[in-house]
């Protein structure tokens, strides 16, 4: 079942918005490793581990942002996150070109990291207020293409910026943030104001939503996946960089090949996805990961690498719009805001976890063998997809995508405060 027009248009807007916000990230914070290491001399463990500690710091921001958003309104928390990331941003480009001591720039780049995660799980819930479960897939692989042009653009013209200073790199990220700000204020409304007079704020209570073993079992799936999802950001660049010696504009071609494969190929996975079950599809996805991934150690060139490359952009044109929608169809209309605020915990806990795993890999696995590190993270983007797949079993039809199934209305099963 299709979306009607007008849900479709409103969707065109947040994928718009999403779109010049990772055009923005793209531009700069995928080199910040490869800064730490080349201009920073720090080894590529201590820059993982850098990266990962404020992939951490998103964790506690995505489960304010869906808690704020369930309160508030989705608009309003999408504008704070906005704001303040566009002060700090501005502030890390000038640390940088100012070659301020390293402890300012790790702490304007973690408050970047900490408030840049504001905005997705608030744009989240406005989207799944703006649709029913039956076109949520469809939804959520617009919002897709619109982010996977930013960022099949931004690391393209970041490779570039950089190679000339770091610092203008982030100085354009600080500007196109301050577009996607005006462009919110004036195109994305609030339909719904979730619960607002009717409750507080609770981080309690967020924290207990995993109490639901479904949404538990998921968010652990998750963190498995995007950690082998994120090594296209740290993994990548530092084998290519260290170990093939390949310049840092080869580099950010290979985001632009994982964006336009989204771009040309979304609307295609998402009618594939309406024919069978999430829980396949996510098994399907996840298997083009270990593949596309699992592969690279193996390659020395740039268009063997961007096969694999693009075999994993495949498999994550599946795997995200397909992690949302489970845990949209899970959650109740009142929280919303909470459980896909949990998700994105998870999603960069799990992004922590690989960037980590992927300077430690390089630094052990690595010189013993260069694709020991690559087969580690195609068997764990197996394991994830056999997670997945083992959903079914404690999944509705209608929660697992199954057509013609319809979502009933849940109430809210977790205490209000």
Request: hydrophobic share 50%.
């Amino acid at each position: 079942m299709y979306m009607h027009a007008y849900t479709r248009r409103s969707m065109i807007v947040v994928s718009v918005a999403n779109g010049i916000l990772l055009f923005g990230y793209g531009l700069s914070l995928p080199f910040f490793t490869i800064y730490l290491i080349t201009q920073r001399h720090l080894a590529p463990a201590v820059a993982g581990l850098i990266i990962a500690l404020a992939g951490l710091s998103r964790c506690v921001s995505s489960a304010i942002s869906g808690e704020l958003a369930d309160v508030f309104g989705r608009k309003q928390v999408m504008m704070w996150g906005l704001f303040s990331q566009i002060l700090v941003m501005f502030a890390l480009g000038l640390c940088i070109e100012l070659h301020a001591n390293a402890a300012w720039v790790l702490t304007t780049y973690f408050l970047t990291t900490f408030l840049g995660a504001f905005f997705r799980p608030a744009a989240n819930a406005w989207v799944t207020d703006n649709t029913s479960g039956k076109n949520r897939v469809e939804a959520f692989g617009i919002i897709r293409i619109g982010l996977n042009i930013g960022w099949a653009l931004g690391p393209a013209v970041g490779g570039f910026l950089v190679r000339y200073s770091y610092s203008t790199a982030f100085f354009f990220t600080a500007l196109l943030y301050s577009i996607t700000i005006l462009y919110v204020s004036r195109l994305v409304h609030d339909r719904k104001r979730v619960l607002k007079a009717r409750r507080k704020p609770s981080f309690v209570s967020t924290l207990l939503s995993l109490k639901d073993t479904r949404l538990a079992k998921i968010c652990f799936y998750v963190v498995m996946i995007t950690a082998v999802n994120s090594q296209l950001v740290v993994g990548l660049s530092v084998h290519c960089k260290q170990y093939l010696h390949m310049p840092e504009n080869y580099i950010g071609w290979f985001f632009t090949i994982n964006g336009v494969v989204v771009v040309l190929l979304q609307v295609w996975a998402t009618k594939w996805m309406a024919k069978h079950r999430l829980s396949t599809a996510m098994l399907v996805g996840c298997l083009l990961y270990a593949v596309g991934f699992g592969s690279v150690g193996f390659f020395g060139s740039f268009w063997l690498i961007g096969l694999g490359v693009f075999l994993a952009g495949v498999g994550e044109l599946i795997v995200s719009p397909g992690e949302q929608t489970l845990v949209s169809n899970i959650a109740s209309r009142e929280t919303r805001g909470r459980y896909l605020g949990m998700l994105m915990v998870f999603y960069n806990f799990g992004s922590a976890a690989g960037f980590f795993m992927a300077g430690l890999l390089s630094d052990v696995l690595a010189p013993t063998w260069l694709a020991l590190p690559w087969l580690v993270v195609g068997a764990v983007a197996v394991l994830a997809g056999l997670g997945f797949f083992n959903m079914r079993r404690v999944l509705t039809d209608a929660e697992d995508g199954k057509q013609n199934a319809p979502i009933p209305i849940k109430k809210d099963t977790i205490t209000l405060s």
